[in-house]
Each structure stands twice: as C-alpha cells, then as structure tokens.
C-alpha cells in the first residue's frame, strides 16, 4: 500500500526530527502523555510573526500527511527579518489540535495518505519550540543534550528526505509486478490465442521489469547504507555526495514510475477497474513522482555541475 509506506516513513522520520528540538520542547511533547505521531510541513509561503517569546502563526499549510493521526505538528514559515539571501525558515512545533483541518485532501493517488491543509489562526509558539534546520544542522542541533548517537550530531536533513520520499517507490513497483504477473497467468478472453503468460513479449517485459526493478532495490540499499555509514562514522557529507544521493533518487523513481506505467499498459482494460491493485498502484506512484522536493531538472543539472567544478545551484542542495 503506497499509503500506508509513505506515512509510515514519514512519520519516523519527522518523529526523529522531534529530538532535534531543547529539552524544554521535549519534556512538553513527553508530559503530553500521547503516542508521538508528528506531521511536518516545510516551504510554505506564510511569514512568521515575530512576538517577545516565540512567534504567532496564521495561515495555510498544505499537505500534511497523516493529520488526522498527528498529535503534533511542525509547521514552517518564514522569518520576516530576513531581506537579503536565502529566506530563514523557522520551523514550528505545536499540539495538532492547535490547528483547523481542511478536508482538501481530494488527490489522483495516495488517497490514504490524508495529506489535507492546516489551518492556523494567531496561535502562539513559545521559542524554545522554534527552530531553523538549516541553522542547526550547521552550528549543533538542541536535542544532542538528550539524545546521544550520530543521527543528532548533524545530518544532511534534505538528503535523508529525498531517501524517505523515494523508498515507498520501490514498494509500489514490487507490488504492481506481483499482480502483474499474476494477471498474466489468469488473464485470458476469447479473442487471446492463448493466456497471456505465453505470449513472448509479456515474457520480455516481465523479464525486463524484474531485473530492472532488482536494480533499482540495490541502488535504493546501497544508497542508505552509505549515508548510516558516513553519519554513524561522524563523515561530514559533501554537497557532490550529497547531489550524487539526491540524483540516485530520482533516478529510482523514474524507473519504478516506468516499470509500474508498462504493466499497467500491458494489463487490459480490467486493471483499470476500482480495487485493482495495478490501478492503484499507478495513480499512486503518479502522484509520489510529482514531489517538489525529487524534481528531477535541479538533480540532473547539479550532478553534471558538480562534475565539471562549477558548485551546486538551486534548491535542495
């Protein structure tokens, strides 16, 4: 289920970002007393407003996958102080019932995921419950005073995410090519010679999908075990690395998006009915590729400019 995986790689990973924050915000998340479920939303176009002692949040926040489980949020917007460079984005942690839910989420794919809009209106955040990533993954990250281990000792947050954001990719393919071929052995109609599993090229397609789908599992292993290792090791992680991570990513994408629109197209028209697993499993992979955050033209372009000296550009960097 491309839903279930995507809030569930979601959710551990914003729930790590949690110990990132003071001890101060940490205590308040644990005297809560409820299971920590955090959404987290990055980039909006809302401007904080700066206040003695925290800020004050009004606006929209698109997308926030899981909401309706969430008991926290982190919610981000910009710093008004800020006129010149890069815009300071301060991220906020707050009790989910602070904030109104839209029930917006009317999407292709990834129906699960209850990805709907936040809504704030003046809500106060207390300082120590502000926080800018990129700030402290440079200069030390607050929660190191509670949590010990490599993984608060500053990693590179936008890296990891595109690792998050690619993986249920994988699941999606596995999981298209399963029914796949079982469709193959059981699809037949009075005007098919035979059942499709003897016909050579859904034997070359499903041959074709398989390896390429192995491969793009070992990309998607290879990539994680070398970024625990270069975090676990205390490794500061270079931005060619780190572009080349990136670009594995929307490369696993791509063709786990491919893999899953050949089958798909391969299928018939009764993979298009509703509670087909391949129907699903493309409008679902559709809608992952669609995220900002892997847009393969900034990938493409910084892993050829870092091959020629010329740095990184753009975001995500």
């Known amino acids: 289920c491309g839903s279930s995986a995507w809030v569930q790689n979601l959710a551990g990973y914003q729930n790590f970002l949690v110990g990132w924050y003071s001890r101060e915000a940490q205590d308040e998340v644990i005297a809560a007393g409820r299971p920590v479920f955090s959404g987290l939303v990055m980039g909006p176009p809302v401007f904080a407003g700066i206040v003695d002692g925290g800020v004050r949040l009004s606006g929209r926040w698109l997308y926030v996958s899981g909401i309706d489980q969430c008991s926290w949020l982190q919610l981000s917007a910009k710093d008004p102080r800020v006129t010149e460079g890069k815009p300071r984005v301060l991220t906020c942690l707050l009790p989910r019932e602070q904030a109104i839910i839209d029930d917006d989420w009317h999407c292709m794919g990834l129906k699960g995921t209850g990805s709907k809009t936040a809504i704030l209106d003046d809500v106060f955040v207390p300082a120590h419950r502000v926080m800018c990533f990129r700030e402290t993954e440079k200069h030390g990250i607050p929660g190191a005073a509670v949590n010990e281990g490599a993984m608060y000792g500053g990693i590179p947050n936008s ?42 090229s859904a034997q070359a397609l499903l041959g ?22 270069d975090i676990e090791g205390g490794v500061a992680i270079p931005p060619k690395r ?52 892997l847009t393969p033209e900034f990938a493409e372009i910084n892993a050829g400019r870092v091959q020629l000296d010329l740095g990184t550009t753009g975001p995500f960097v």
């Open 159 to 200: 890296t990891m995410f595109g690792m998050i954001v690619a993986a249920p990719a994988v699941g999606l393919a596995e999981s298209a090519l399963a029914a796949w071929r079982e469709r193959l052995v059981s699809r037949t109609n009075a005007r098919m010679p035979s059942a499709q599993s003897e016909w050579p």
């Open 208 to 229: 074709r999908a398989r390896i390429r789908l192995d491969m793009a599992q070992s990309a998607m292993k290879r990539a994680a075990a070398g970024m625990a290792a």
């Open 242 to 293: 780190q572009v080349f991570y990136r670009m594995e990513m929307v490369e696993i994408i791509r063709i786990c998006t491919e893999i899953v629109y050949e089958l798909f197209c391969d299928s018939g028209t009764g993979a298009s009915m509703e509670g087909n697993v391949l129907q699903r499993a493309f409008r679902d992979i559709h809608v992952l590729r669609s995220h900002f955050v």
